[in-house]
């Protein structure tokens, strides 16, 4: 009762409430120090780095890429300097306010913006990328105005440049930021705003010329001004890629883009038949890749998608046309390799404008040509001596010969864009594709380049290369020498003595009466083929394939194909060919350039011919054959009789012309 009496006391109330106050902060005290004893002795390491990170911020460093070289060390993609502008991480509405700011100064669209801010949302700890590939003008405006952006950074880095731009764009590719879809099926491996190769070379060797990103450090302070870098070395240096050497002849690709007919769509590739090596690859209409950094503009890319003659379209590799007359060279490669002529013998039926097998096939010439052997056939281009040799061989032999000698196959370059190649492989395909059997005479479209055979440029430059190689062998074509050795070769089964006719008939095809009479080179040995192929909506195509060597009898030096929509006449390539073979020799060998070497391009620029170019062609000695390498299949000398009904129907093929020389 005394105890409780006191408690009630005024006095006893305020000393009880002063004891548990000083309890309670006793209390107090000590919970704060056992917490501050956790984050500056237990944990104070860890959040020393976690505040270390709150005023540092990553900077991702692009890893500059390695450069290529063409064969004699010119530059056809390398680097310069580049400004990316950059945006430190901040509340959205702080963000918006600087980019409206920044808008009138770099330039800035809705486009832009929209952009820059889809791309951060996925990577909200790295700063905001407002432009990839800012305007330097824009840059130095910038900059006049640092104060006032205490929180944008101008980062330069090493961007990718051509400086050859069109005359290159269709094989080196380009570079651009890596998209989702890439990220998930090609590159795993890498991280989200990441610039990439995207076709041609670039693509194709990403994982060598690409390098590794690095990364850097900038210090912040509270406010999210910018402070400074930290050292390099505090960060992860970038990895440069490694560089990338072309057999292609920077200068010969050059001339080539120039001398280029500029009123047709085609295009041109040269060859190094002895390496495979693409010393050339031009298609026209063409594009900037430069202007595909950093992102396409809108108006550039609506522009190029709209024009009707398709500068996107890759016309070397990525596009398949009718062979026409130049595929009779394929085809009489086919012939002596299964033993079915000699190449010195005539047809049974002269050409007298046609020939009837199972229905009537007209040659190119209404008055006809006469008596043909292998030789004249090629320099006549003659369609009846042709569907003879057709004949002979048979169609499904021809199906099943030609595919195994691999013609609807990719040649295997080293572009990843390039398309197969369309030859049938049986007679299903008819039944398959247009719902019937084909009838023998099928085989007459296919032995003069028409009906269901499509090849690219490429891949009859390669074949050429094959007819007049020594061996008839040739490696896949390649432009980059680290791409290994090539995955296969193509070979035609032709001996020397075979090769010496199909050469002779093409040295006839520019010598006197030949149908690219006016494209003979006086210092060089040319061989070529032209072709016309078949347009039922305009103007015929012009094909030429040709190759050149220092003279009659040695191994081709460089095969060269071109093909130009709507020029009509295959004579009119001939001309562009001869001058890239010439340009390509002259340099080679150390003799003065001319320009407009050909009688032809000489007579349209109106200059002078100072030479006999009408003087007969001169064939080197022809070999002997043995009895080791003469052919030992089919039966050589064998006849059908084409002027029989044996062909059956009438097949896919018009009564009417069927291509041109």
């Not at 106050?21 to 984050?39: H, I, K």
């Not at 990220?183 to 990441?194: N, V």
């Not at 008839?472 to 070769?489: C, H, I, N, Q, W």
């Amino acid at each position: 009762m005394e105890r409780t009496g006191r408690l009630q006391t005024p006095r006893g109330a305020r000393m009880h409430r002063s004891r548990v106050l000083r309890a309670v902060v006793v209390l107090l005290v000590g919970v704060l120090g056992t917490a501050l004893f956790r984050l500056q002795v237990l944990r104070g390491e860890e959040f020393a780095v976690v505040a270390q990170n709150n005023r540092l911020r990553p900077v991702p460093v692009p890893a500059p890429r390695g450069t290529i070289y063409d064969r004699h060390g010119q530059v056809v993609a390398g680097s310069i300097p580049g400004y990316q502008v950059m945006l430190m991480p901040a509340p959205m509405d702080s963000m918006d306010a600087v980019l409206e700011r920044l808008t009138p100064i770099l330039g800035l669209t809705e486009a832009n913006i929209e952009r820059a801010k889809r791309k951060w949302s996925r990577q909200r700890h790295l700063p905001m990328v407002v432009l990839d590939d800012a305007d330097p003008r824009a840059v130095a405006r910038l900059e006049e105005r640092r104060h006032q952006f205490p929180g944008v950074l101008v980062y330069e880095y090493a961007k990718r440049y051509y400086p050859d731009g069109e005359n290159i764009a269709h094989f080196i590719g380009y570079v651009s930021e890596i998209s989702e879809r890439e990220l998930e099926e090609q590159f795993p491996d890498y991280e989200q705003g990441r610039w990439i190769g995207k076709n041609g070379l670039e693509k194709q060797y990403e994982r060598l010329i690409g390098g590794t990103p690095g990364m850097r450090y900038l210090e912040i302070d509270a406010r999210g001004r910018i402070k400074r870098w930290l050292p390099e070395e505090m960060g992860v240096p970038p990895v440069p890629g490694k560089d990338l050497h072309l057999y292609l002849d920077l200068d010969l690709q050059n001339f080539i883009a120039e001398i280029f007919p500029k009123e047709y769509t085609g295009s041109i590739v040269a060859l190094d038949p002895q390496t495979g090596g693409i010393l050339a690859y031009y298609s026209h209409p063409t594009f900037d890749p430069n202007r595909f950094i950093g992102g396409i503009p809108t108006s550039y890319w609506n522009e190029l998608n709209e024009d009707p003659a398709k500068p996107l379209i890759d016309r070397v590799a990525g596009s398949g046309q009718p062979a026409a007359s130049t595929w009779k060279l394929a085809v009489a490669g086919m012939a002596l390799g299964l033993g079915v002529i000699e190449p010195d013998e005539y047809m049974p039926q002269p050409c007298t404008g046609g020939i009837y097998y199972g229905r009537y096939a007209r040659c190119w010439l209404s008055s006809g040509h006469g008596r043909q052997n292998l030789i004249e056939g090629i320099k006549n281009s003659c369609n009846v001596y042709f569907y003879q040799l057709g004949i002979k061989i048979g169609l499904e032999r021809f199906l099943e010969t030609g595919t195994r000698l691999g013609f609807g196959d990719k040649t295997g370059v080293d572009i990843p864009t390039e398309i197969s190649n369309s030859f049938p492989s049986s007679v299903e395909y008819w039944e398959r594709r247009f719902g019937y059997r084909p009838y023998d005479n099928e085989v007459l479209s296919l032995a003069i380049g028409q009906g269901p055979i499509t090849m690219t440029v490429l891949k009859l430059a390669h074949i050429y290369s094959a007819l007049t190689a020594p061996g008839g062998k040739v490696p896949a074509p390649r432009l980059a020498m680290e791409s290994g050795a090539p995955p296969d070769t193509f070979t035609f089964h032709v001996d020397e003595v075979d090769q010496w006719y199909l050469e002779a008939g093409m040295r006839r095809v520019l010598g006197p009466g030949g149908t690219a009479a006016l494209s003979r080179l006086q210092n060089w040995e040319l061989l070529g083929k032209t072709g016309t192929a078949q347009n039922p909506h305009g103007p015929d195509h012009a094909w030429f394939v040709g190759t050149g060597a220092r003279a009659p009898g040695e191994p081709p030096e460089i095969a060269v194909t071109m093909f130009l929509e709507f020029a009509e006449h295959g004579y009119t390539a001939s001309g562009y060919v001869a001058e890239a073979i010439n340009f390509y020799l002259d340099r080679k060998y150390g003799r003065p350039f001319q320009r407009w070497a050909t009688p032809r391009l000489r007579f349209a620029n109106g200059l002078p011919v100072n030479w006999n170019f009408s003087a007969p062609v001169q064939d080197p000695p022809r070999p002997t054959r043995s009895q080791a390498t003469a052919p030992t299949t089919g039966q050589s000398g064998t006849t059908a009789t084409p002027a029989s009904t044996q062909g059956g129907g009438a097949g896919t093929a018009q009564a009417g012309r069927t291509g041109g020389p």
